[in-house]
Every structure is written in structure tokens, then in C-alpha cells.
């Protein structure tokens, strides 16, 4: 299904029952409305103006629209600001964050959990149980412009809070934080100070626990919302919008409060965000990589379990990254299609139409600039809902067979001792998942704890602390396990492990790691054997203590290594040693592959194959293979779709 | 005429008579001092030690030395910030700008306003009527260190008042910014917040108006200046040293309050400012590129309304650029004749005399460090005296064929909103000017609204809002006429124009911006018919409604397009397309042209041809030539005049 | 002989027996502890808990170890801060530096004095006669993380004194630093500003007193800790830890108050920390540069007026760079026998066992994180400690024919007014050094004014302000001197010489500088003569008034110079240029030279010969070597020593 993001506090009321027809007739069913209109609602304290949105609700509703309703928190008015600057996020360096955009808050702050609650309660008590109202979203891309970390005095207070409940004593935050190096010890949690702004860097245990702490306040802030919006809107669902490449805090957490993930596809502005090489960028800059949107429907697929949408899908081009190209004619109906193939339930534009002020006047809507005339995006929209209609209902997605055990918190680590500059966990897992859907193979995230038992292949790019939870779920997975670098190389205390890393995971590895070296560009380790290419970036010495090698360096320590079901590489692979260890792994696990060129990727959904070409050659599908959707020679930027 | 810079408080009284003969004995006429004195005239408030300074001015008068007179006002004293911390500019995060160093005061103060009109009433009352002063020169170099923009309370309160006089009320003021966008409504003009220090980027609208008001504030601060002396000085003339590619704030405004224009030629530490490509950079380090004091003569001529002085022209190796060279033999001897070529009416070098200390230490002058031996620049200036003796009095400048309409607005458009992060205005035009030049055309600026009746050619690298006189100006040009990319693509209040881009110029072009692509590096965009190249850097999808399409994209979209005598480039052009489109419309004017090597540079003046080598091969005057200065083979770093 | 850093505090106490027992076996015989441990000696005011530290002396000593004690204060405790937050540093941007590492106290603070005093009297009163106690470091890595110089209202203040003190009157001041330059004249000390925060860069003058001034603080506050130490323990020496790479401060100031100086060498890391070639980092990651520790070690044994340990010897893979490789077998060993090659004491290893908590718990020890087994490091000192056994006492060092003079404030002088942006102080020194110990040669560092009677060769990179004492030795020298550029060019007040450059130094070289050109990357003077090759970056215009011209520049100037045992070069030589030069200064002082591979270094330490191969390829030793350690085929990360 299709729908779109509608502003109608943007537009002359005239005007918002032809915008709802025309809707409508390009086969759209949802509109996400209201997550920006705070200071619309209530212009000031405790006055509030619902009668427009009231008339624009039942105009939507009227044309058969089915409506998603947004908590407007994203955006608190400048008259909340100023009554209560408290609210107000800090930088890391210590500059207070102002109003002018959106995001404005820390969610630390008491005073907004607070007037939150009061703006939520206003407006899930005033539409909760509209007819037209099917389900809601909770404030708007938490995380945003980096605004889960927020660096003030109230972010101190409420990590010291959250400090006391976790480690109940000081005497055991010091010795888990190994304070007595540096003479850091505290004598009280009022002590504790933010991990910032010191002259060199400031404890990594102290900096990975402000993260959590941060991540644990997004999901609490988030439930506090979708249990108000419970209580008046029986029968609704909640979602909320996240972001691409962002892992600044556990979305599985966040997940947790909801009905349905749904996210925000921006192909084409991540090619400039992800660390891509320059060649990549331009080669990809007017499509996207193949992989980017993907990866993320898989992501939010597990992080709603199994229910996603796509709540905002670039419908042209952007304002936002260093460059904003127009995508390739046809780019628009793929992005679509290839969410759609991935299980999304609604692909929802961002917007209906381009706003002709403001700061996002530079991006495209499914009409022009302040228009009722389609652009280019609205006319592929328009495209797809009439191949929806002529397909009927999409059948469920069900299992893959590869799973990719994907945690957040390793980022955080990573981030807080990086060790090599170039260790970029959202990098690792992205290649990583490249080199299996390369390979044809459709992909499952699971977060750590996640049942593996039915995966035949079970791949984690890295764990860096793995809870009991993690490792039980690891240890009675029956395919093959391959781990990356650095698995369990930190315990919950960002401790190294006693007994080394892999930590709890020795007895499943029969590995021990010794030393770390972390490698320039231009320096790499050789690795030959059952597979072949050489390790960059990180490299570990590994004592084989009860398992195989099957790979090993130029000076013979071992490289990769099997015990039983389970693999663990011991380097981040350069391009050749992670696709041949990659296809060691899918044998060992007895799984059929069907390698696509590097502009080429395929998804089934039941028992609908998906191919799509994001290149500049056509690509033929598989003999066996005949379309209901698209032609067997698949022309760039096309989309074929068939049985089988 | 040839005059220079001095400053009689940095050496001993004994030496100033000295120093007056030699400047006589090398055909300076004209000296500039007094700028930076106010510590010496004023040590504390209200004790004023004029006496060494009537002194020095005698000293110079008797020598028979013309004298422009600064207001000291570029450097408040440490009493006076000490006494009015409020004078105190603020950086954009926040962090206010010291004492020590000069320019250490915000436009935005009432306070300061109060304290420069205290002293320059005191200066001008002194030496108004003094006999040795012809002129008069207005702070020094505006906006120089990025002092147009200042951002603290006081400025927030200025632009708020300024916001309350051309808004009237706040609900127009939140009409025109879309402040409905992202709930960022205001109550009143209170409410204003500064556009800087938010989560993400401010409404640009906001930061437009906000450079808009700035660059009013050092308008009507000049013209505060102008009126006192005036009032004092009665038949002297009023200038103010203007910058090379400083475009903060509108040169044309200050302009309109003074005499004529000046402005401080430091052509080879531009090299390193301009973005040019490193290899660029490398091949002009000794010499400068050969348009980059060109083109700032001539702005500043239109600037000066046909008059213009060079206040400081570099005499030898400066002190503020990341690489400092000494300008290869002859340099200084070339700038001085090109400046006196595009029209001016002195060229004064900075310095008289390296100072041995302090901030410039390393700046050269005519003469050594603290010395009285001449420098290489010294001598050179020398030579020029004598040639100009021989020349006698220089025809006045006339008017060319080819004007290039020059916007300041539109370069604060391209800041608040790049779209594409290589989108630069000041790149931008001067390109076009260097493909203009390298034709042998000579180029008058023109500010928009200007009158363009009676050139052949008008070039409009782009004007993002075009008002109505702007608008009037264009429709009532005779020439060809060509706009380049984003030109009428904003309204006067930062919207996209309701009928899309070129908003009040599509009736000229016959053309309609429906999107816009900006292209990374690596991209690029082929045209093809009656010029060829490509689209770089931004490329528009254009429909043609009403004009002819000279040449095309690869996908058959308009690049080039003609309606009458108005021709709309649709993209950022490379080297090729540029030069080409510039051939055509050259053409298409009837304009001969003399194309030169790209280190030849040709001007008129008059009845005088010159000609200047940058290079480092020689190169010959047409055969028609017959110098007055210099041969026929004009040698690298040589200059030639010829009447013709 | 050898040494550890050892962290009692940080491992249960059951433990320390044993691990004093296994450094005696490996053939320690002296640790270091204590410097960071003030929160566990006072865990809050006045309340102090020596118990476990007289415990861990008592069991360290009982083993038969030799104790360096630590005081203290690079780590003051949070309670402190929090009672006198007056002792926090500041950056150069204003903002606190704070709690939650290391150093973050201001030398500026007079309260941290007397709290410095406090703690150090407590430890030095305690176990000053302790006899286990055989010397004592001051504080730990003065200057480490840009701690040398702070800038806040404390440092402004002690500034403000600072200069009373030496220029007595403000009249003196101003006329010193030129303030008459852009008013910036003060009315009295109190109106001193930080050299910072300015809105263009502020008087070079003050931000070089500024650095002198910090200089001082620190050499002043050593010698505090120096003299109360002294009191209590009567007969042990005192050292202090410095750094590599830091020039921030004087060293050989705070050499004057100690018996010996000690450096912390950490070869990989500065590897990343030198402006290298990305080509040189990548190939020396490993084993890092031949000259990187050598150059430290020739430095610091200056320092120490002949005597100097390694207190920190790098035993494996750090953490603290942007990348961390291990480093390649035999590279610990070698170190350790480069530093005693040039003439160290002690090689001390940092640390003991790599610590499973805080900042640094991926920084290798010689034994594995948290346990007792030994790391690669570990198993490398066991050799060492053997080789040594076999050996015996090693010979004093004698001296160096030739000498480098190394001048602090050159480098305090360079970055306030670099005038070309890669000139960089202590790449000029370090490829100095590089090509005379290519030459193998050996090198005394010497300080200004420092004797040179007897070398035959003087070699002084550069000199900035020369004077008196430093003027009388260099004339004085009876062998051969070479300066290179920017020798002599200002004066005590940063002001250029009366007579310019090279000032004092102008009877000596028989040269005068007229005016500099710095030179961007890809822009040189060719130089040919009696040596060729090119200036790059800085280049001087020499009159040659009473000396003879070597090579001249392209255009005929002078490039290298020579007045009786005088030679002066005008420029920063390339590579080809320095060689040439320096071996045309070597043969002059009929020094003899065995020129060595790029990767094999040198050393004599009185009659015993070392040769140390950092390279990937054999070398053999010279025919009549008779190696004591190692093989006359001297293979990749070996280490030979043979008597000659």
C-alpha cells in the first residue's frame, strides 16, 4: 500500500479537499499528518487551536483516507522554550542547542517528560478514537541531527540517577569503572561528572555507560508516550519514524513499545553519509548503493518484528546532503517496489508536496513546489499504485535463511575505543551484508538474544559484550556461526574479559585472543588457506586452542578457525577474504546461492521473486523466471517481479 | 597618481621629514595615515594628544604631499572595550571576539555608533579645513576577519528592530519566513531568536535577512561616518578601502554614500583565498592569476560610480596568507599599470616602511624593515613614477561593450542555502569574467537595477531574487543578454516563486525550472547543439515554453535557450561550455574579440591600449601596435601601452 | 640495566610478591610507581591512607628492587577540583578543561601551588629516607596533552605578573611589543589580555611572551617539588618523565633542576604524531622510523646533562595513536638496546601488565591484560635482561663529534609567526639529525650557550632570536658551523633586528636577509654551486657582504654561504640540497663518515660499536666487526654490538 506525508497547516484550507482526492486517485490509502504542528495547536500556554486540524482530520477522512496521527514533540514552540529553557540539549563541547529548527530537547530533562506527556495526552484524548485515525507515531526521528547524546547539567543529574539504580553503590561503580587509574575515584554518584571536555580522553567505561544510559532514556521516553496514546486510542496502532545509519541508541528497545517499526528512506542522501570510497559515491550518487535501503527494510523489519513501513520515502531530490542529485528516471517506482518486496506494509512519500519556504524548500514532493502539478516522483508513485492494484494483496515475507545479528551497543563501543580509526561498526555490517545479498541470499537481522535456532547461517560481524541472553541464544543456534572481530572482547563493565576475548565465547570458539593490532591504510596481513585475501583495519592474535584453522596469516597464526558449527575471523577481511570466507560459511551451511552482479539484487517475498537493477546494463532473470511485472531482460532501474 | 601608506606614530618625529622628501622623490603624490591612531589621539577618554598628529600632517604638507585622513575607527582602544564591553563583535558559536587585534566591534551597537561618532566628529572638526587634507577614508576595510556578521544579544536586539521596520507586523514577519514550518511561529519581534546555534540548519530565510540586515547596518554606520565629516570638511572627498572577494555585505550601498570607491589589491595572498585547483594555485603563486586584480578593479569602479583609487597595493611579500612568496621581479610594477589601465585614479602602496614589529612585521613596504633603504617594491615603484612623468595625464576610462551584472544578495542566497556545497557565487562570476577576458573584451560591473541600455552584452552570472528595478533594467536591455543558473529562483522574501523559477524573468526567457539536480565531483551532465561541454555542479530541468533551444542535455532536456536577446544557461557550465556559450552570445552581440593566451591580459583606457605578461613565454602586440611603454615582445612580467 | 612501571594500586595486594618476584627473574631492578595514585594516598582531605602504599614499598624493596616513586600530582583528585576549581586549565578557545583524565591543572594557579607543595611535603616527608627509595620522578609527562599552556583568567593574571617582573614599566612593554600598532597600547599591566579569542591574530610578540612565560611557570614549578623533595630524602636523585616531540616548554630549564632526565618513548605512535610522508608512515608503522628514538635519546641525554633513562619503554601495540599496530618481533628488544646504545641507565617498560580497565587497557604491558602471563614484550626484556647479564657493565658514552644545537624557543618562535605555513620547527631539526646519522654519525644535542669548543662540527638548524650567551658560543666554536634559515631574524622582543637578519649573528655569517618567500608545496629554487638540489618552503634574499657564495639560487643569489668556519644556508633544503650540505660541512670539518642504508643506524657508546637494522633486508656489519651480540650478517629487527 502506498501513503504520504501531508502537511495541512502548510496549505490554505481550500485547498486540502483537492489534495485529498487527488491522493486518492493515484491509489494512495494512509496520510501521516500533525508530528510538526505544536505551535499550531497550542500557539501559547494551555490555548489550544484544534479546530483547524479537527476540519483537516475529518476532510482526510472524508476522502477515504486512512489517517496516521504524529505527536508533535519534535518540535516544542518557542514560547515552551523560553518558559522552561531547561529543556534545551547540549553539545558535547558545552554549547547549549537553541531554538530555531526541531529536536531542541534533551531527554534528560524532567520539565519535558513533563510537558510531553501534556501535549500527548491533549492530542491522543482529542483523536484517539476518531474514525479516521488507524494508527499513530510518537514524535518524529529520535535521533536526529545526533540528539540522542545531549551534554548539560541536566543530562549529568539524570546519568547519575541512572547510575545509582544500576550500580546501587559507588564502591561497585568504582570498581567497575576501574576508577583507581587516574585517580578518578568518586566518593558519591553526585560526583560523577559528564564524560567530556576533559584534557585527555575520559574513561571509555564512564562514555559507553552515558550512551546506554542515553539509549535506555529514548525507549522510556518513547513508552511513556504510546502508553497515553493506549489509554485513548484503543484499537490503534503506534509506530515511529527511525532514521538510516543511525545506532546512536537500541531501536530494539524502542521497538519494544511498538506495534510496527517504520523508518526513513533516503537512498540517495546516504551515499554521502555512509563511508563509501569516492568511486562509489559517484558511481552511485543518482541510484543509491543496492544495498542501502535494503539493509535498513531488513533492520526495521526485525525491529518491528516482521511489521515495517516505510514512513517517508524520498520521492526526488533533497536539501539536506553535501549534494542533492535528481535520481534516475525510474528510481522513485524502484525504491518503492524493492521496500515493498522487503515486507513493508506501506510505503509512505515525504511529501505530498514540496514546500515552496522554510527550510526544506529544496526537497521534492510528489508535487512541485507549492503546485497541484505531479513531479516526476508523483508520476512513478502513480506508476506503482496502478501495478499494486493490477497485482492485488502481496503475500507475507516469512523466514530468511541467513540470519545477521546485528547490536547496537557494539557501535557505542567501537565508538568510545575505536582503537583504529577506521573501525566502523555500521561499515563492517553493511559489507558484510552486501557480500551475502551478493550472493543472492535474502537476510534476517536478529537482535542479540534474538531465537537462531532455525537459521542456517548465523552471522555476527561483531559482538563486543555479549550477555548471557546473547551467548545462550548463540551456543543453541543449529547452522553454522561465523563470528567477526572483536566478539566478546569487553565485559558489561567495559572491562576487558578475564579470561580474554572471546570472553564467554571461548568454549563455542575454542579461541583466545592475545593482542590487537590495528592497521593503517596502505598495511595488511596476508591470509591464505581454505580462503584467501588479507586482513586490514584490526587483527588479532589468536591462540587455536581447541578448534581447526582454516585460514592462516603470512606468519602462520591462525586467521580463520572452526569449531564444530561455529567460525570466527580473526581480522576485518579485506573485500576478497570476506567474500571467500562469506561463501565458506554459506557451504558449510548447505545453502544455495545464485551470485548477482554487483548492480543487481534480488528478495522474495512468499512466493514472489523481486530483481532490481540499480546499474547501467540489463541483466537477464533466471530462465525458469517469467514476470508479472517487468520484462525477463531487465533494463536499468527496472523492476521485475515473478513466481517461483 | 601614486601615493602610499604611512604611519607617522610607528617612528621617531625625527625621521618624518626624511621620509616625506623621499616619497616626493619617487612621484608619490598622495598619502594615506591616520587609520589605526586612536590609542595616540585619545590614550584615555576625553584626553585628546592631537598635537603629534598636527604635526606629521604639517610635515607631509610642506613636502607637498597630498593627504587622505582615516578615522581611526577599525581600532577601539583598550579603555573604551574595557569601559563598553557591549562594542565586542560575537563569533557565530557564540564566543565573543577580543581586544588585540583591530575590528573589534559589532555594527549592531548603539553604544559603539555613539563612541565612532564621538571621535570621528572630533578627528573631522580638527583637521577638516587643514589645508594638506584632500580626502578622507572611512574606518578600514569593512568586514575584513569576517566582521560583517556578528552574533550576540546586541545584534539579536538589532535585527530584531530592523525585522519590526520592514515586517510591521509579526504575522507577516511569520508569513514571509513559513515559520509554520516546524512549529518555529514567534509572538512578537521579541521573539527573534539569532539563526545560528540551532540543532540543525535555521529557516534560511532567516539567516538571509539577518545577512541582509548587517550588510544595511555598515550602510547606514558609513554613511553616519560621511555625514559628520562633511559637515567638517567641506570640499573633500570621502572614500572607504574596500576588500578583494569580500561580498558580506552590499559594496554598492557603501558606494552610494562616498566619493569615490577604493579598495586593497593583494593580488598574489588572493591566489591562495580564491578556490582555485592546487595546480592553479601553484602556476599564479609568484604573480598572481591575471584577473584577480582586474576584476576587482573594475567592480570597484562601478562601486566608485567610474571612480576608484587602489588604497594599498602590495609592494612585495605579505605576511597573512598560509604561503607568502616574493612576487617575481616586475610584479609590482605590472599591478600598478593594470590598476592605472582598468581607471584608477592612484595607486597607493602599502607600506611605506616594513614594520619591525607587531602584527605585519613581515609585511613588506617600500622600504626595508625600519629602514631607509628601498625594497625591491620600492624600486619599482620608483620606475613607475618616472614612467608616468613621461606618459603625462592618462585619458579617462569610457565605457566597454560588456557588462556583468554583479549581486551581492545572491551570494548570501548561495550561503544560506548551497544546495550543492560547490555552488560559489564569487567562483561563479569570476569565471564568466575570465572567459569574457580571455576574448580581449574590457567589462563593466553593474549592480542590479543598473542601467544596461547601451551595452552589447550583458552577462548575469546569476541573480537568485531579482526585484523590479533589476527586472526593469534586464527587459530594457538592447544587448544580449544571458542569465546564467538559479537566476529569479527566490522571491524578495527567500520563497520559491509561486510560478517556480526564473519567477519575474520567465517572460524574458521563455523558460520554467521544474527541479533541480547538484552534482558531485565525478558527475557531470553532456551538452550538445550550438555549444557543447557539459553541466557541472548544478543542473536545472527546464521547461521551454516559449524559446528556442540552442542546446541540449544528453536526455534532450534544454542546456541553453533563446528568447529574442535573452539567452538562460541551465547549468553550472565547464571550461568548454562556458567558453563556448560566452563565443555565442559574443556573437550574437556583434562584438569583436582578440582572444589571448590565458597569461595575456588586454585593457583600454581611452585612447591607450595595455597590455600585460603574466607568463612565462613572451608574446606579440598585434602588428598595429606601435608602444609608447615597453616593445612589441611583450617578455614575461612586462608591461605595454599603445595608442590605437 | 633494566625497569618497569608498576601500578600497585591497581591489583589486589595478594598479588605483588609475585610479581616482584618475576621482574627480578626477568632481570629488573628498578620500578617506578606512585605518580598517579594522590586518590588513593588522600581519598579526601586530610584524610590520608599510606598504609597500602608503605605495604607495597616494603614488598617491592624486600625483592630486592631499586623504587622510583611518583609524586602525585598529574592527577589531582576530584574532591580537590571541586574545592578550588581555580586550578583547572583552559583551552584556547575558553572553555574549562576538567576532571575525568589527567593534567587538567593550570601551572598559572597559585592555589594548585600550594596544594602541590602540600601533597608532595606528605610523600617526600613519608618516605624520603625510605631505603628502598632510590629516586624520585616530579609529576608525570609535563606538557602531555597540550597542557603546557592554558589560557584563562589564572593564566592571565600570572601572565600579567610574569611580565611586570621582566619588563618593569608598561612603557618598556609597549615599546617591546610595538602596541602602537592598532592601538593596542595598555595603560598598565592589569590590562594584559590573553594573546587569544582575537578577532585577527593577535601581536606575535605577546603570544611568544606568553609561551616564555609558561616555560618558566613550568621549570619554576618543578623546581618546587625538586627542593621539597630534596629536603626530605637526602641522597636519592630526582628526574622527570618528559615526552617526545614536545618543545612546548624548555626543557633544558627544567633539566637544570634534576639529576638525570628520563623520556618515555613510544616509537610507533609518534610514527602517526610527525609530520612524515603518509609513504614513511606506512613503511616505518611497525618498527617506526630509524631515528625516531635515537633523536629523543641524543635530546634528552642533553637534558640530563649527560645522564638519562627511558622511564617508559613502549614493550608492545599502545592505544593512544589513530591506528596501534604491533609492532614486527625484536622491536622491543631493539629499543631497549638503541636507548642503552645511546647511553641510557635505565630502560624502564610502561607497563608492568596491561590493565583490563580505564583509558588504557589496550596499551600492552609486559605481561597480558590482568594475568601473569608474559606478553610478546615481556618474552623480549627476558632476553634483553639475559644479553645483559652476558655483557656486563656497559662503558660511559663519551661525546660526539658533532653537535646539534637545539633551541626551544625556536619553536615557540616559528608557531606564532610560521609566515609559510609548513614551516615546521621540529621537522627542520629532526631531518638535520636524519641526514648526519645517515652519514653515520653521532650527535650531541646542545642548548644554546651551551659549549662547543670542542666539536668539530655545529650544526644549528635554525636560531631565531640568538643572545648573548648563545651569540659567545657560537663564536666561539672552533669547528665548522652551519645555520640554516630564519637564524638571527628576531630579537629578546620578537622585533626584527635592527640590522636584519641574521642580527647578532651577521659578523659571524657575513650575511644580511633582505626579505623571505615561503613556497607552496610545488614550488622551489633550484640551488647549484658546490652543492645542488632546491629550497623549498622558505627561501632568503641574501646579501653576501663579506662571505663566500657555495651554490646560488637560479636568479644568481646567494643559497649557501661560507665565512671562514661559518656556513649559512638561506633556505629550507629538499632532500638533495640538506644531504649535499651537510656532507659539504662534514668533509670541511674533516669528520669521517660511514654512510649506512636508510634502515640500518649506528651508535657508538665508548668503545663498544652498535648497528641496528629497522629495515626488511639484510646488511652486513663492516669487514673488521667482531660481533659480541648478535651476527656480522645483520638481519631485520637485529641488533649487533661488536668492539671497535
Known sequence: MLGVCYYPEHWDESRWAKDARRMREIGISHVRIGEFAWSRIEPCRDHFTFEWLDRAIDVLHAAGLKIVLGTPTATPP????????????????????????????????????????????????????????????????YGCHDTTLSWGEEDRKAFASWLRRHYQ?????????????????????????????????????????????????????????CEIIRKHSPGRWITHNFMGFVSDFDHFKVGDNLDLASWDSYPIGFVEKFPFSEAERTRWAE????????????????????????MEQQPGPVNWAPWNPVPKPGMVRLWTWEALAHGAEVVSYFRWRQADFAQEQMHAGLNLAGSDEWSVGGREAAQVGRELAMLG???????????????????????????????RFEELCFRWYEALRRLGLDVDFVRPGGDLADYRLVVVPTMVHVDEAARAALAGAEGVVLFGPRSGSRDRSFRIPQELAPGPLQPLTGTRVTQVSTLRPGLSDAVSGEVSGA?????????????????????????????????????WPDEDLLTGTLRLAVEAAGLDTLPVPDFIRLRRRGDLLFAFNYGTQPWDLPESANPLLGTRRLTPQQVAIWRG
Open 535 to 571: 586482513g586490514i583495519r584490526w587483527r588479532e592474535y589468536v591462540d587455536a586452542r581447541d578448534c581447526a584453522v582454516l585460514a592462516r596469516f603470512a606468519n602462520g597464526d591462525p586467521a580463520l578457525t572452526r569449531r564444530g558449527n561455529v567460525m570466527a575471523l580473526a581480522c
Open 169 to 225: 553503590s559507588v564502591d561497585q561503580l568504582n570498581e567497575a569503572w576501574g576508577t583507581v587509574f587516574w585517580s578518578m575515584e568518586l566518593a558519591s554518584f553526585e560526583d560523577v561528572a559528564l564524560p567530556a571536555r576533559t584534557v585527555t580522553e575520559p574513561n571509555p567505561a564512564t562514555r559507553h555507560d552515558f550512551w546506554r544510559f542515553h539509549s535506555d532514556q529514548i525507549a522510556d521516553y518513547d513508552r511513556m508516550q
Open 287 to 310: 541510484t543509491s548503493h543496492p544495498d542501502i535501503a535494503a539493509y535498513h527494510h531488513d533492520l526495521y523489519r526485525a525491529v518491528g518484528r516482521g511489521r515495517f513501513w516505510v
Open 78 to 141: 518557542k514560547w515552551l522554550v523560553d518558559e522552561y529553557p531547561d529543556i534545551l540539549p547540549f553539545e558535547e563541547n558545552g554549547q547549549v542547542r537553541g531554538f530555531g529548527s526541531r529536536r531542541h530537547y534533551t531527554f534528560s530533562s524532567r520539565t519535558w517528560w513533563r510537558e510531553s506527556a501534556r501535549i500527548v495526552e491533549k492530542v491522543a484524548a482529542r483523536y484517539g478514537t476518531h474514525p479516521g485515525i488507524v494508527g499513530w507515531q510518537t514524535d518524529n526521528e
Open 393 to 423: 494483496t502481496l503475500p507475507d515475507s516469512g523466514r530468511a535463511q541467513v540470519a545477521l545479528v546485528f547490536d547496537y551497543a557494539s557501535y557505542w563501543s567501537t565508538m568510545v575505543q575505536p582503537q583504529g580509526k577506521d573501525f
